[in-house]
């Protein structure tokens, strides 16, 4: 990348150099088509290089288009002999492998789209960061949601919706909120968002990172580029937020301080009374009751008062903030209300795929009054602390797929009912055999789904298929 920047944009340079773009996901082809076709290849765009990596149908076809405007794809190719300006990585290819490792040393910057959006976008448009590992795409919506309410230009973007630089690139939004991944925020450099939301931070995706802490600061980095005039919403009740809250106040960002509890600060967002309230500089501003709010649990308190407090940052009145509390409606896999069966109620959880998740869910619902269905791909992380709260929420739970035989383990010497199923459908028609009037059934695996299916979602679909039929039947 050199040269003198454009005008009126965050950090984007006339002349992007030579560019090589790691990886044909969705992400890489977004900032491959924007190089193609936004900035030209041949004038701001000096030459264009793709590794591709593996050869799918969709990349082949991609990589005719890329090819027929003058770009060098490339599959296979995992070593470099050119030399690059920038690069532009794909967030499925780890910093630690060694195809990043030889596109970062043939490069004089490796970025991800993320970052490459942020500086092709105009500079007084406003950008949100929503990370974590839990709750990114809840808070991503709601704070969306507020927005809209508040007839903002606004656009949810990232791991939900368009690719970033998609976003950038159609102009039609002033403020961006972006759900970003650790793996995009691995690979950032310069981006500054107004404000960013770091939700939680437990051991995930480990595979990619490698060690815990690398995992830790990639989260933490969305902060690293703030200064007193961002936000930087945390919520101090988790522990790992806590472990990196002093290197976040270092950056001299002012620090909302989100908790159930009123933590005392000038910049919080809390419960009073079991009130929504926002104070911000000092100044209070109550807002709904959570029991007004359609997302249960507190974890969903937290998720709501954290897109409450980015929402106010980008400008959302009071009454747009409590019109869209009030509206927001839970999203697909995500404690979601899916039928009932003779007062049994069902409930799709699928996209708790980590303990920390599944554990949320449990906080949601009464004790004694809840059959909680666990397993599938098994991420082999510690199940003590779900035993200890399944015992204190669920009449029983049923353990199924491939990490069955170990959660009925972990299980073993609980007073707790735990029955073992080999298959989720399996797992389903247990419980509904052991639930009674008002209770509810939760799928809330704690494991990933590619044991039986291709995703959460597809895992998700599948259980809301079964649970309608089983209801329809019962109706007979």
Known sequence: MTGEMIEGRKRAAKSLGDVLILGLGKSGRAAARYCLESRHLGEDVKSLTIAAGEQTQGALEFAQYCESRGAKVYFDLYTFEGHYDLCIASPGISQFSRFYENAAAASDEVISEVEFAWRESAQDSCWLAITGTNGKTTTTSLTTHILEAASAR?????????????????????????????????????????????????????????????YAQAKASVFANMDASCLAIVNVDDAGVQEVLPQIRETGARVCEVS?????????????????????????????????????????????????????????????????????????????????????????????????????????????????????????TDLGELVEAAQDTCRAVVCFGAAGERFMKAFEGSALEHIQAAHMEDALDAAIAIAQPGDTVVLSPACSSFDEFDSFEHRGRVFKHLVAFRAQRAQR
């Not at 961006?176 to 450099?189: G, P, W």
């Open 154 to 214: 606004v656009e949810a973007v990232g791991n939900i919706g368009n690719t970033c630089i998609e976003a950038v690139a159609q102009g039609k939004s002033d403020v961006y909120v972006a759900e970003t991944s650790s793996f995009q925020l691995a690979s950032c450099v310069h981006f500054a968002p107004r404000a960013a939301v770091l939700l939680n931070i437990t051991p995930d995706h480990l595979y990619w990172h490698m060690t815990y802490e690398n």
């Open 260 to 380: 159930l509890e009123d933590s005392g600060a000038a910049w919080a967002a809390f419960c009073k009374n079991g009130i929504l309230t926002v104070r911000r500089g000092g100044e209070e501003f109550s807002l709904v009751h959570r029991d007004g709010l359609a997302i249960k649990g507190d974890h969903n308190v937290i998720n709501a008062l954290c897109a409450v407090a980015a929402a106010m940052e980008a400008g959302a009145g009071v009454d747009a903030v409590r019109e869209g509390l009030r509206s927001f409606r839970p999203l697909e896999h995500r404690l979601e209300p899916c039928g009932q069966i003779d007062g049994v109620t069902f409930v799709n959880d699928s996209k708790a795929t980590n303990v920390d998740a599944t554990l949320k869910a449990l906080s949601a619902y009464p004790h004694g009054r809840a059959v909680f269905l666990l397993g599938g791909h098994d991420k082999g």
